[in-house]
């Protein structure tokens, strides 16, 4: 669909920015002012964010006075995390969690416990309900919405009903499912809800933590001017937040673009195992996002593929884009309990708004070509 974007297929480490969304950047770049400044340049930054965040808002069906602006997805989770360590509340979280939520486990005061998925990336509720059953305290139950390696979407409505039968709060990592498929804090009966900007064509750098119920709001992990009353200091990023803006608007009917996109990855899957004997889809029978493939060419390394691909003008990952140059094995796979030669030889890929047909095709061959090239190696 787009030149610029041709063969970039990793929208879930970041999408590309909208078209639209630059432009609202660059006005708002054009017009300095700080939010909590009160002459008319600060007035009208103020006017700004606001009206942001009650795009933001409406996107994901809460008041404006629950959107809190953070630096991402990450400052939003530990957030929330943090505040639960303050309330002494134990943590219950699925192993396949991001890293935002999985490094910070260790350091919590009142202890965490892993839940396991099955074999299709499914979190196991109904361990989730016996492990909640030997709880005393209070606690807090941490579930993503969508897996950002396999796309397999989560079961989020039942695990807060669960919780909410065993006393617990629940909070939800949206980050990879916002732009995607539908996101609503009430359908899935979750006080608070991590969303991020860039997944979906807004600028990096922004999120938001989303809170349901405003007598659970947050306690400040950043202290100074007292901005996002008081619950997130520092000058807010007006052009982010005016990208997140408008990036908002883009999404908040995406029925369409999700027929598009799913339409083309199950183009891309159809192909390669129409190609080659042996591909694995992992998490092909569970409900998953529209844009998301993880893909396993068996014997490949991982590092090898996203190599060979890049070679041919293809950009994949192996797995989540969170530290630069890693290619390590997943504790995703691994937590589905895929085998070792399964694990390290699996690839995401991940389409989006600017993803087109042509795309598909140019990742189909190069990948067939890689295959072939493999196929032909003469025996050890």
């Not at 916002?178 to 609503?184: E, N, P, Q």
């Not at 659970?216 to 619950?231: D, I, K, N, S, V």
Request: hydrophobic letters at 40%; charged letters at 20%.
């Amino acid at each position: 669909m787009s030149e610029r974007f041709s063969g970039y297929l990793d929208y879930n480490a970041t999408a590309p920015v909208r078209p639209e969304v630059s432009a609202a950047i660059s006005f708002a770049l054009d017009y300095p002012g700080n939010p909590s400044s009160v002459h008319m340049s600060g007035r009208e930054a103020r006017s700004r964010v606001e009206s942001a965040r009650e795009e933001v808002a409406r996107l994901v069906g809460v008041s404006p006075g629950g959107v809190v602006f953070t630096s991402g997805g990450t400052e939003a989770n530990n957030l929330v995390l943090q505040n639960s360590a303050r309330q002494n509340r134990h943590v219950f979280a699925s192993a396949i969690e991001h890293d935002s939520i999985l490094n910070v486990l260790p350091a919590l005061q009142n202890g965490a416990t892993l839940i396991p998925v099955g074999v299709e990336g499914l979190v196991d509720v109904d361990a989730l309900a016996e492990q909640l059953g030997k709880n005393s305290g209070p606690a807090l139950v941490s579930i993503m919405l969508a897996n950002n390696e396999t796309g397999v979407i989560q079961p989020v409505r039942q695990v807060a009903e669960i919780a909410k039968d065993h006393g617990a709060v629940v909070h939800c990592d949206a980050v990879q499912g916002l732009g995607k498929v539908a996101v609503s804090i009430a359908d899935l009966g979750v006080d608070w809800l991590t969303i991020s900007a860039h997944k979906f064509g807004g600028p990096q750098g922004i999120g938001a933590l989303i809170v349901g119920d405003e007598s659970e709001t947050p306690t400040a992990m950043l202290f100074g001017g007292g901005q996002e009353r008081g619950r997130r200091s520092g000058t807010e990023n007006v052009p982010g937040i005016v990208g997140f803006d408008e990036a908002a608007k883009c999404v908040a009917s995406i029925r369409d673009e999700s027929q598009r996109v799913r339409a083309l990855r199950d183009k891309l899957e159809n192909e390669i195992q129409a190609a080659a004997d042996g591909v694995v889809i992992v998490g092909e029978t569970a409900p998953r996002l529209p844009n998301t493939s993880c893909i396993v060419m068996p014997g490949v390394p991982a590092e090898t593929q996203v190599m060979s691909l890049d070679l041919e003008g293809v950009k994949v990952s192996a797995g989540a884009a969170c530290s630069s140059g890693k290619v390590s094995a997943s504790h995703v796979l691994k937590a589905m309990g895929l085998p070792d030669e399964q694990t390290g030889s699996a690839i995401r890929v991940s389409l989006g708004w600017a993803s087109g047909a042509e795309d598909v095709d140019q990742f189909v061959a190069a990948w067939t070509k890689l295959r072939q090239r493999l196929d032909d190696r003469p025996a050890a």
